[in-house]
Nanobody, 119 residues
Framework: QVQLVESGGGLVQAGGSLRLSCEAS????????MNWYRQAPGKQRELVAG???????NYADSVLGRFTISRDNVKSTVYLQMNTLKPEDTAVYYC?????????????WGQGTQVTVSS
């Protein structure tokens, strides 16, 4: 099992910055990918950014150049630095870890943290 706790959300004005953290605990061996998703009211959950165990990153087009995903292996924490925030970035942000096991791959989700960007 993997437990994830997000933090760092809040209310910020457009153009501002926030840094989200996702601290992991539990069985952290064989983690293959760490991702940030978001879900706005009335919309589907969408992938925002991801980082693999090898360090490769990917981003949604809507956040490319504004958001940066990174990780601290010592602290077992993944970060999402969000700059130049826009009102449309308002959503609940979730982290997800994917773990590989002998019987398949399993996804673990955090509880989410609210980000609200005012215009």
């Amino acid at each position: 099992q993997v437990q994830l706790v997000e933090s760092g959300g809040g209310l910020v004005q457009a153009g501002g910055s926030l840094r989200l953290s996702c601290e992991a605990s539990g069985s952290l061996s064989r983690i293959t990918a760490m991702n940030w998703y978001r879900q706005a009211p009335g919309k589907q959950r969408e992938l925002v950014a991801g980082i693999t165990s090898g360090g490769s990153t990917n981003y949604a087009d809507s956040v490319l150049g504004r958001f940066t995903i990174s990780r601290d292996n010592v602290k077992s924490t993944v970060y999402l630095q969000m700059n130049t925030l826009k009102p449309e970035d308002t959503a609940v942000y979730y982290c997800k870890f994917r773990r590989s096991a002998w019987n398949g791959e399993f996804d673990y989700w955090g509880q989410g943290t609210q980000v609200t960007v005012s215009s």
